[in-house]
């Protein structure tokens, strides 16, 4: 059983050890782990009787109280996002030797680093799959402005579970703010992996965004297919070693150029983006095999090529059954036909035989009579009807089966391409949601902020004076942030926005949410209230932003001449032409929204293309629908030809 010592100037060390009661409500059961930074321990919640896991770190770290905060902070606000692919934190905390601590989901599985080495590189499927799930945990910690900035291999951690395999949680989040400086520099010196970090981190810790979590996931990706890594700590200039062979075309030029570059702005610029680009080669990686991998565009063909094959085949084995069984029943009608001559001829002799024997008895005057002759009975005709109908009967089996696999395979394709919009509207759903959540977080913070609180009470100037040196709000890229000020029971009024320049935002009272349409885009409006002072003044914060609907729009593109998102007004164009100038069926489907949102029901319409046709089968169902009309007509006239001659 390890143990971890840790020590403090003012107080005397303190020792860890399996059975401690931690804060009164953790009691240590044994340690999972150490390093560098501290100690891992298997604890139980005494409360609740549930495990967890508890890091320590040590007090020789040499960070100070600030520090200690904002990684306590942002590791609570990262694992309280609620996201399946980012490990939960449930509480934080300092040790009786001031030492902090941090409380996470127990975890039972293995390190990313480890399994890639141990199996010597990922197949390329599962690396993609596990990419994506990164991805889409960094996408949301990045929709709440927390930035990982020391993510390597060591710090993803892979579940198998009955429901899914290879189930992805990222670690370590606030390590880079542990040392005291908001963006994650140590003195000017970054924190972390060197050989996974962007090179304007190395350079400028500072200017370090979530275009360096980018980078680091495209170091990730490249090392779980090579099981090495793209550069070492010192050479970044000469491209890194090919990735093995049988990798789909297209996806080391995808890793160097958009997820390592070295320049930031030619990086992906969100995980969104990242999640979008990487998608078809998933795809093709779960349909692909021992050929290798076919092109994006050629993988529903070929299915469906090779069940039209088969139909085909089947639909002409049955034609030449039944020409086959045609020439039986020929045969067996010449053998009846001659059967009943040889028994007509039979019956002549027999017939002669009385004759030749009254001749006898006249001759020879004798007054015995003749014995009565028993003549054989004649043998049964054999007819043709019912092969004739047999026949007919495969014959029209097998066209109905060669229209019925046609119109499956029509089927088929209508469903690929619904299933794709149906992954396109939870895209959609998702991206809005992520950024009403990371809008809510902006918006609260900037309604706690103590200096706007007493400054509310003053006028316009004073607080345009507070955003112009950037103590209330730095916007992004098309947001609008817009203050309100109330005082007692009137209606709010607006006394700041920024940038000032901006188009007005309608007051917000309370933490409402909106989802509007504005001009060719969709913005996020939520609300955040401020605290009455002592005066009896109060307000409220609004703020604006934009859903960045790039990486959906050249998704839709892909299966989809036309697609529209309606429920928002006039319906807001996302690819191609209008509905009514595009021709093709049309598919509506459902975006799954909050459900304190106000906003009613939205969703995305798309006209497609018709499912192709395949000639060859119905054109081999029609052959044998009229081989079996044939057949039925030979049958119809022996059974005419039988009447007549009966």
């Given at each position: 059983m390890g143990i971890l010592v840790t020590t403090d100037s003012s107080r005397r060390s303190a020792v860890i050890k399996a059975g401690d009661l931690l804060d009164g409500r953790y009691r240590i059961v044994r340690t999972i782990g150490t390093g560098s930074m501290g100690a891992v321990y298997l604890a139980e919640q005494v409360a609740v009787k549930r495990p967890v896991a508890i890091k320590i770190l040590r007090s020789t770290l040499g960070g100070d109280a600030e520090g200690f905060d904002g990684y306590l902070t942002e590791a609570e606000e990262a694992g309280s996002l609620g996201h399946p692919n980012i490990v939960g934190c449930s509480g934080t905390g300092f040790t009786s030797a001031q030492t902090p601590y941090v409380v996470l989901e127990y975890l039972d599985g293995a390190v990313l680093g480890d399994e890639i080495h141990r199996l010597g590189g990922l197949p390329v499927g599962r690396a993609l799959n596990i990419a994506d799930q990164i991805a889409a945990a960094l996408g949301a910690a990045h929709g709440a402005s927390i930035v990982h900035g020391s993510l390597s291999s060591d710090s993803v951690f892979l579940l198998d579970r009955p429901d899914a395999r290879d189930l992805v949680k990222v670690l370590d989040f606030g390590v880079a703010r542990l040392f005291g400086l908001p963006d994650g520099s140590r003195n000017g010196v970054a924190t972390g992996d060197p050989e996974f970090m962007a090179p304007e981190q190395l350079a400028a810790p500072e200017i370090a965004d979530r275009r360096s979590d980018v980078y680091a996931l495209g170091v990730m990706l490249y090392e779980m297919l090579t099981a090495r890594r793209p550069f070492g700590d010192d050479d970044r200039h000469a491209p890194p070693p090919p990735l093995p062979h049988g990798a789909p075309d297209g996806l080391e030029q995808l890793i160097v150029s958009r997820l390592l570059a070295a320049d930031p702005a030619e990086r992906c610029a969100t995980m969104a983006e990242v999640q979008a680009a990487l998608a078809p080669f998933a795809e093709l990686a779960r349909s692909s095999s021992s050929a290798g991998f076919p092109e994006a565009n050629e993988v529903t063909a070929v299915i469906g090529n090779r069940r039209a094959d088969a139909a085909s085949r089947r639909a002409e084995t049955a034609s030449r059954r039944a020409e086959a069984a045609t020439r039986r029943?020929?045969?067996?009608?010449?053998?009846?036909?001659?059967?009943?001559?040889?028994?007509?001829?039979?019956?002549?002799?027999?017939?002669?035989?009385?004759?030749?024997?009254?001749?006898?008895?006249?001759?020879?005057?004798?007054?015995?009579?003749?014995?009565?002759?028993?003549?054989?009975?004649?043998?049964?005709?054999?007819?043709?009807?019912?092969?004739?109908?047999?026949?007919?009967?495969?014959?029209?089996?097998?066209?109905?089966?060669?229209?019925?696999?046609?119109?499956?395979?029509?089927?088929?394709?209508?469903?690929?391409?619904?299933?794709?919009?149906?992954?396109?509207?939870?895209?959609?759903?998702?991206?809005?949601?992520?950024?009403?959540?990371?809008?809510?977080?902006?918006?609260?913070?900037?309604?706690?902020?103590?200096?706007?609180?007493?400054?509310?009470?003053?006028?316009?100037?004073?607080?345009?004076?507070?955003?112009?040196?950037?103590?209330?709000?730095?916007?992004?890229?098309?947001?609008?942030?817009?203050?309100f000020q109330i005082r007692g029971s009137g209606a709010p009024a607006s006394v700041l926005r920024i940038p000032d320049s901006a188009a007005a935002i309608p007051a917000m009272p309370g933490n409402r949410t909106r989802v509007v349409k504005t001009g060719d885009q969709i913005t996020i409006v939520v609300g955040a209230p401020i605290a009455r002072t002592r005066a009896g003044i109060s307000g409220s914060v609004a703020l604006a932003t934009p859903v960045d609907l790039s990486p959906l729009k050249r998704r839709i593109a892909d299966h989809a001449r036309s697609a529209a998102l309606i429920g928002l007004g006039t319906p807001l164009q996302l690819a191609g032409a209008t509905a009514a100038a595009a021709a093709g069926p049309a598919i509506t489907i459902p975006v799954t929204l909050g459900p304190d949102l106000e906003i009613g029901e939205i969703a995305l319409t798309a006209v497609v293309a018709p499912p192709a046709m395949r000639p060859e089968l119905r054109i081999g169902g029609l052959a044998s629908w009229g081989l079996a009309g044939v057949l039925l007509a030979l049958f119809v006239a022996t059974l005419f030809r039988r009447r007549t001659l009966a």
């Amino acid at each position: 059983m390890g143990i971890l010592v840790t020590t403090d100037s003012s107080r005397r060390s303190a020792v860890i050890k399996a059975g401690d009661l931690l804060d009164g409500r953790y009691r240590i059961v044994r340690t999972i782990g150490t390093g560098s930074m501290g100690a891992v321990y298997l604890a139980e919640q005494v409360a609740v009787k549930r495990p967890v896991a508890i890091k320590i770190l040590r007090s020789t770290l040499g960070g100070d109280a600030e520090g200690f905060d904002g990684y306590l902070t942002e590791a609570e606000e990262a694992g309280s996002l609620g996201h399946p692919n980012i490990v939960g934190c449930s509480g934080t905390g300092f040790t009786s030797a001031q030492t902090p601590y941090v409380v996470l989901e127990y975890l039972d599985g293995a390190v990313l680093g480890d399994e890639i080495h141990r199996l010597g590189g990922l197949p390329v499927g599962r690396a993609l799959n596990i990419a994506d799930q990164i991805a889409a945990a960094l996408g949301a910690a990045h929709g709440a402005s927390i930035v990982h900035g020391s993510l390597s291999s060591d710090s993803v951690f892979l579940l198998d579970r009955p429901d899914a395999r290879d189930l992805v949680k990222v670690l370590d989040f606030g390590v880079a703010r542990l040392f005291g400086l908001p963006d994650g520099s140590r003195n000017g010196v970054a924190t972390g992996d060197p050989e996974f970090m962007a090179p304007e981190q190395l350079a400028a810790p500072e200017i370090a965004d979530r275009r360096s979590d980018v980078y680091a996931l495209g170091v990730m990706l490249y090392e779980m297919l090579t099981a090495r890594r793209p550069f070492g700590d010192d050479d970044r200039h000469a491209p890194p070693p090919p990735l093995p062979h049988g990798a789909p075309d297209g996806l080391e030029q995808l890793i160097v150029s958009r997820l390592l570059a070295a320049d930031p702005a030619e990086r992906c610029a969100t995980m969104a983006e990242v999640q979008a680009a990487l998608a078809p080669f998933a795809e093709l990686a779960r349909s692909s095999s021992s050929a290798g991998f076919p092109e994006a565009n050629e993988v529903t063909a070929v299915i469906g090529n090779r069940r039209a094959d088969a139909a085909s085949r089947r639909a002409e084995t049955a034609s030449r059954r039944a020409e086959a069984a045609t020439r039986r029943a020929d045969t067996a009608s010449r053998r009846a036909e001659a059967a009943t001559r040889r028994a007509d001829t039979a019956s002549g002799r027999a017939d002669t035989a009385p004759r030749r024997a009254d001749t006898a008895r006249d001759r020879e005057l004798l007054p015995v009579p003749a014995e009565a002759v028993a003549l054989p009975a004649l043998p049964p005709r054999r007819s043709l009807r019912v092969l004739w109908l047999l026949a007919a009967v495969l014959s029209g089996a097998a066209g109905t089966g060669a229209m019925y696999l046609e119109d499956q395979t029509r089927t088929a394709a209508r469903q690929l391409v619904s299933s794709a919009l149906d992954g396109d509207a939870e895209m959609l759903g998702s991206l809005i949601d992520t950024e009403i959540r990371g809008a809510h977080l902006r918006a609260d913070g900037v309604a706690a902020m103590p200096m706007l609180r007493a400054a509310i009470e003053t006028d316009a100037a004073t607080l345009k004076d507070m955003a112009g040196s950037d103590f209330i709000f730095t916007p992004r890229r098309g947001e609008v942030l817009e203050l309100f000020q109330i005082r007692g029971s009137g209606a709010p009024a607006s006394v700041l926005r920024i940038p000032d320049s901006a188009a007005a935002i309608p007051a917000m009272p309370g933490n409402r949410t909106r989802v509007v349409k504005t001009g060719d885009q969709i913005t996020i409006v939520v609300g955040a209230p401020i605290a009455r002072t002592r005066a009896g003044i109060s307000g409220s914060v609004a703020l604006a932003t934009p859903v960045d609907l790039s990486p959906l729009k050249r998704r839709i593109a892909d299966h989809a001449r036309s697609a529209a998102l309606i429920g928002l007004g006039t319906p807001l164009q996302l690819a191609g032409a209008t509905a009514a100038a595009a021709a093709g069926p049309a598919i509506t489907i459902p975006v799954t929204l909050g459900p304190d949102l106000e906003i009613g029901e939205i969703a995305l319409t798309a006209v497609v293309a018709p499912p192709a046709m395949r000639p060859e089968l119905r054109i081999g169902g029609l052959a044998s629908w009229g081989l079996a009309g044939v057949l039925l007509a030979l049958f119809v006239a022996t059974l005419f030809r039988r009447r007549t001659l009966a």
